[in-house]
């Protein structure tokens, strides 16, 4: 059963270019230990709630953009091997984060339906 990682940030706008770079160079340690996807998506039209949303949800500022992220793994066995292995990669030590990541939300979570058109 494949398993998802699914992530919201928020990213100072000045920051983009540096965030995509980030992910495409953590994609290649994801992938190498047996990420199958990883998709960034920044925001392009995230409206305000009344009681909560995306925005409010990281506390995100009037200089920055929300970001809507997910890996996918075969199963959660290899997610939980991915991140053993990443914790003790030099790559991932050395990797710079341009996002304040104490107000990252993430979670996993096991798909219950999938179709593609």
């Known amino acids: ?12 706008n000045a920051n983009k270019e540096a965030y995509r770079a980030s992910a495409a160079k953590a994609w290649v340690v994801f992938k190498e230990f047996g990420a199958t996807r990883h998709v960034e998506c920044w925001a392009d039209d995230v409206p305000d709630g009344q009681l909560t949303d995306f925005k409010r949800a ?5 200089d920055e953009s929300v970001v809507f992220s997910w890996i996918e793994y ?21 990797m710079d984060m341009p996002f304040d990541g104490k107000r990252m ?7 219950i339906f999938d179709e593609r058109a």
């Open 1 to 12: 059963m494949p398993y998802v990682d699914g992530f919201v940030l928020a990213v100072p």
């Open 74 to 94: 075969p199963s959660k066995e290899v997610r939980d091997d991915v991140y053993r292995r990443m914790k003790d990669d030099p790559r991932m030590k050395d």
């Open 105 to 111: 939300i993430y979670g996993g979570f096991a798909p």
């Open 58 to 62: 990281v506390q995100a500022r009037g």
